[in-house]
T-cell receptor, first 114, second 114 residues
Framework: AQKITQTQPGMFVQEKEAVTLDCTYD???????LFWYKQPSSGEMIFLIY??????QNATEGRYSLNFQKARKSANLVISASQLGDSAMYFC???????????FGTGTSLTVIP | NAGVTQTPKFQVLKTGQSMTLQCAQD?????MYWYRQDPGMGLRLIYY???????DKGEVPNGYNVSRLNKREFSLRLESAAPSQTSVYFC?????????????FGSGTRLTVV
């Protein structure tokens, strides 16, 4: 069975500082993809970053990077230089080769403090 | 703008009423999905359609039906709405199944059943 765990219901970070949002996953499928989505208060789901299980390097997209530790089955999202607009709910998700759907964590609510 | 279009954005139903949530994508994606989002529970899969002409149950299908009308459109029907179906509903599409294909989400439908 596939599972995504996000253990931080809420996080606070000072503006311009970096923050790490935790995500651990469980799957027996050797081929999988890990995704992070942002959901601002307006409600839409915005794709942030993707990491494939066979990727040798950690993914980066602008201020977002994914700290992928395969042996520990963790895929933490790092946001550098936080901005007020980063305040949102963040979801970690996984998709495996043998399945069709995404599996989502319960989300982390991030608040950026001025 | 290209993407996934959901209608309506908001709906209030009385217990026992029926309604259909509409979803259409113009990206020529093969797979389409319906999720519900509840506080503290992340996104849970209701039904999906891997390709035109096929539909399958997800994690929480009870009380719902779906129709993949054509490649573009995937509707979700509540035959007899219940207060437990109060939620935010997201439609999503994916070009193909597989671990390196992400979702494109619609903007969501906020449904309240009273």
């Amino acid at each position: 069975a596939q599972k995504i765990t996000q253990t931080q219901p809420g996080m606070f970070v000072q503006e311009k500082e970096a923050v790490t949002l935790d995500c651990t996953y469980d799957t027996s499928d050797p081929s999988y993809g890990l995704f992070w989505y942002k959901q601002p208060s307006s409600g839409e789901m915005i794709f942030l970053i993707y990491q494939g299980s066979y990727d040798q390097q950690n993914a980066t997209e602008g201020r977002y990077s994914l700290n992928f530790q395969k042996a520990r089955k963790s895929a933490n999202l790092v946001i550098s230089a936080s901005q007020l607009g980063d305040s949102a709910m963040y979801f970690c998700a996984m998709r495996v080769y043998t399945g069709n759907q995404f599996y989502f964590g319960t989300g982390t609510s991030l608040t950026v403090i001025p | 703008n290209a993407g996934v279009t959901q209608t309506p954005k908001f709906q209030v139903l009385k217990t026992g009423q029926s309604m259909t949530l509409q979803c259409a994508q113009d990206m020529n994606h093969n797979s389409m999905y319906w999720y519900r989002q509840d506080p503290g529970m992340g996104l849970r899969l209701i039904y999906y359609s891997a390709s035109e002409g096929t539909t399958d149950k997800g994690e929480v299908p009870n009380g719902y039906n779906v129709s993949r009308l054509n490649k573009r459109e995937f509707s979700l029907r509540l035959e007899s709405a219940a207060p437990s179906q109060t939620s935010v509903y997201f439609c999503a599409s994916s070009e193909l199944p597989g671990p390196n294909y992400g979702y494109t989400f619609g903007s969501g439908t906020r449904l309240t059943v009273v």
